[in-house]
């Protein structure tokens, strides 16, 4: 199971979509060319990206290419000297892979506290209590897999986030105080 043509897919929706904006609004002002990408092109590129998300840096790339387009965009800087890591960081943008991550933090978090239906101990298992620091009872270990496929799902992966959060983030009442906090420990 590869992710690969759903992520040529959304990547070439998005493209064709910040295309779109591109021309009907470039003499727009920059708050309106911004909203429009955060409104109609985003949302294609992280549409249950918690589940899809990409390993390789060959498919990341591919995924951000259409941000630091966005970000030349809004901003309306195509010289070639322009970073673009500075003009998403000036637009107080998250990268999509660190929104991904978010995204997954916050599903595990809605698994956890039983508010999806998906049962966590079926893909991973409670942790062991031990007497070590790192141990709280809220965390998990990894159900193993030879399959290579498995190392890069949606529990593997996030599983391993998720212990590294503080217990005070993972303790949190709700999502919303849970989602500021991931945002804010990142």
């Not at 295309?19 to 708050?31: E, H, K, M, Q, T």
């Not at 660190?98 to 999806?116: D, E």
């Amino acid at each position: 199971m590869s992710w690969q043509t759903h992520i040529n897919n959304i990547s070439a929706k998005a493209n064709r979509m910040l295309g779109l904006i591109r021309r009907n609004l470039r003499g727009c002002s920059r708050n309106l060319r911004q909203q429009a990408y955060l409104t109609l092109v985003r949302p294609h590129l992280e549409y249950c990206s918690p589940i899809w998300n990409p390993h390789t840096k060959k498919n990341i790339t591919k995924i951000e290419s259409t941000q630091r387009q966005a970000a030349r965009f809004v901003l309306n800087t195509y010289s070639r000297q322009a970073s673009v890591s500075k003009l998403i960081t000036q637009l107080q943008w998250d990268s999509l892979e660190r929104r991904r991550q978010a995204a997954s933090l916050c599903l595990m978090y809605k698994i956890h506290n039983n508010l999806v239906a998906i049962n966590p101990t079926d893909y991973a298992s409670p942790m062991a209590p031990s007497s070590r620091r790192s141990y709280h009872p809220d965390k998990y270990q990894i159900i193993t897999s030879r399959l290579q496929i498995h190392k890069f799902s949606f529990f593997p992966r996030t599983v391993i986030w998720w212990n590294a959060l503080p217990e005070h983030i993972i303790a949190s009442p709700s999502i919303e105080a849970f989602r500021g906090a991931v945002a804010a420990h990142n």
